[in-house]
């Protein structure tokens, strides 16, 4: 099927890409690890992955391993259909098994193995998976939660398929006894069914699945926080993939760091369109942003994804050695106004134009082809920084950014470095669709106008597992029998270039840290106190934390304990939600604002935080004290 035959091809901006893309063709509806396969068979002898150990491993190599662990994990019992809880991290033998599962045909349900258990509870209860694979590590934490839900378990090994000395592995289960995470049950070991099938001759047929497929359910809050699992099928895996190779100039062969995790959406795509592309992929757990600069260094990638909190340490690395009052400017940067932030801008690229040779040698970045920005929307602030480096050190082009979703296998538009204007979330990426219509009437609205964005296309989700209800609010269909996708997003798309721009969410939820928030989550606890009458949740800006909460709170009466109160905040928060949602900023008003329908209008508190925040009004909430509860 080519572009030009979709139903929403006036809906693209295949236009803007050059003629291998207009040329290009939808993925045949085939089994993920299918599409891998056919990709790779060019490339069988290239380096697939290299360990933080050194090790090379070829595709050929890559593929082999997943034939072993498809038989392993079929002699396990593991069959078409089946929904399988996978809980892991960047290791090689992760990789391998979350593709054999692709092979076999069965759902993979992406676990974060570090997030808290009353979350991987939540995401077991969800899904109810005939079994969970997991590494040994945090075998401790699902033993309760699958022995609850009767969930069957099999455990793997970090050091399973590298080449680690004995001593390595003996200092291994040394932790893993300790931590009270070393698995007995030899049967719950994927080594005992690898051990069990390594002479056999038998191939594992790639299951025979077509494009409604479900490949994955990875889960997600929405805008309110409600627990969803988002069904997304195997094909629009592969169709997405192949539409950024027409986006990124990466080549096969070409390096990529692998630092996201999996289980992240964002990370799960990132990991699949790097092997789907025959790349040279340089596995690390080192995932926090913290590490992401020494990464970069040391990897050398030409292609790297991260989000605006790795870009912001990598930004805070560099300005560090540029200078100390270099460095106070910028971690004030948010607070100048637009006349002074350009005047620091000129300022950053001078200090950094004028640092020693052997300084500006250990900073280069001539071996980047690309870094790109996703999972959250990137400031101004730093695209502008990140763009000044990347100029300054030799980067081959600008810092790509777009804007993805769960909901749609993650990337749906991007901005590809210098090929679009600033401020912009450039084109829709190849086999995605896009209009932007009225919020209440759903009309289209005439390009240069805001209104919501829908988008279209293969990568589409099902919709939410076991939820219609949730699914009829995002997707709908229209005359022409084509899906949309309500993302949430408010945008507007330019007359002249057909460049979009996002203006804000529609949603409420942001990102503190590394975890989303959603105010209507944390409101809703908070009607459980008694001395709250109401609560809104607003976003503060941070330079460590992208956003933090402010919590706008009006009480029952004035004949209250402040201290005691903000004690039980905080002992309610971090309990139930953990750190993140805690509140850096608490401001008492005597009533909310509501609007005319009686609804308590956050948006105007919103309004108002961000022009305190502008003026540094601001005043921190000086009685909580986060260190007291861990």
């Not at 295949?14 to 085939?30: H, M, R, S």
């Not at 020693?356 to 400031?379: I, N, Y």
């Not at 204007?421 to 084109?427: D, E, F």
Request: hydrophobic share 35%.
């Amino acid at each position: 099927m080519k572009n030009n035959d979709l139903k929403y091809s006036e809906y693209t901006d295949i236009d803007y890409y050059n003629n291998g893309a207009k040329d290009a063709t939808i993925p045949e509806e085939v089994n993920p690890y299918e599409f891998q396969l056919h990709e790779n068979l060019k490339y069988m002898n290239n380096v697939a992955l290299v360990t933080e150990k050194g090790e090379k491993i070829t595709y050929e190599e890559f593929h082999t391993r997943v034939d072993e662990y498809a038989k392993a994990l079929k002699e396990k019992g593991v069959r078409e259909g089946d929904r399988i809880a996978f809980a892991a991290g960047n290791v090689p033998s992760a990789l391998y098994l979350k593709r054999a599962l692709y092979k076999l045909g069965a759902t993979v349900c992406a676990i974060n193995p570090v997030q808290k258990d009353y979350l991987k509870e939540a995401d077991i209860e969800l899904v109810n998976p005939k079994m969970l694979i997991g590494i040994n590590m945090f075998s401790k934490s699902f033993s309760t939660i699958t022995k609850r839900y009767g969930v069957d378990t099999l455990y793997f090994s970090p050091y399973d398929s590298v080449n680690a000395s004995k001593k390595e592995k003996a200092i291994l289960n040394l932790f893993l006894l300790a931590s009270r995470n070393f698995v007995l049950n030899k049967e719950k070991r994927i080594s005992t069914y690898l051990d069990r099938t390594s002479n056999s001759v038998i191939d594992v047929p790639i299951a025979n699945t077509m494009d409604k497929y479900i490949s994955d359910i990875t889960f997600t809050g929405g805008s309110s926080g409600t627990h969803k699992g988002v069904m997304l099928n195997g094909n629009g895996l592969s169709t997405v993939t192949k539409g950024v190779n027409y986006v990124l100039p990466l080549k096969p062969g070409d390096r990529f760091l692998g630092n996201l995790p999996e289980f992240m959406a964002f990370g799960g795509f990132a990991m699949q369109y790097a092997l789907n592309r025959s790349l040279e992929i340089h596995l690390t757990s080192k995932a926090m942003p913290k590490d992401f600069p020494e990464l970069l260094y040391k990897e050398k990638p030409n292609g790297v994804f991260g989000g605006p909190i790795q870009w912001n340490a990598y930004i805070d690395y560099v300005l560090k050695i540029a200078g100390s009052d270099v460095y106070e400017q910028y971690k004030n940067l948010s607070k100048m106004d637009e006349k002074n932030q350009k005047e620091f801008y000129k300022i950053v690229g001078e200090a950094l134009e004028n640092l020693d040779p052997s300084v500006k040698e250990k900073l280069d970045m001539s071996f980047l082809k690309t870094g790109v920005s996703g999972g959250e929307q990137l400031t101004s602030k730093t695209e502008n920084l990140t763009d000044i480096i990347f100029d300054t050190f030799n980067a081959k082009d600008s810092i790509y950014n777009g804007l993805g979703m769960t909901e749609m296998w993650a990337p749906v538009a991007v901005k590809r470095g210098k090929l679009n204007a600033s401020g912009t979330i450039g084109h829709m990426i190849p086999f995605v669709g896009a209009k932007v219509v009225d919020p209440k009437t759903f009309e289209e609205v005439e390009k240069g106008k805001a209104g919501v964005l829908l988008v279209a296309g293969r990568g589409m989700m099902e919709g939410y597992y076991n939820n219609e209800e949730e699914t009829k609010k995002v997707i709908m269909t229209d005359e022409n029998g084509t899906r949309w996708l309500n993302s949430g997003d408010v945008a507007i798309i330019d007359p002249a270039t057909n460049e979009k721009k996002f203006i804000d969410r529609v949603k409420r939820n942001f990102v503190c840290g590394v975890e989303n928030v959603y105010p209507q989550q944390i409101e809703n606890l908070l009607s459980n106190i008694p001395e709250i009458k109401e609560s809104i949740v607003t976003k503060i800006p941070s330079d460590d934390l992208q956003f933090v909460c402010k919590y706008h709170i009006s009480l029952e009466n004035t004949d209250i304990d402040i201290e005691n109160l903000e004690n039980k905040i905080n002992t309610l928060i971090y309990g139930t939600l953990g750190e993140a949602k805690l509140p850096h900023y608490i401001e008492y008003h005597e009533t909310l604002p509501k609007s005319a329908n009686g609804k308590l209008a956050w948006n105007v508190l919103q309004a108002a935080d961000n022009e305190k925040y502008k003026n540094n009004v601001l005043e921190e909430a000086k009685s909580i004290n986060v260190k007291i509860l861990k």
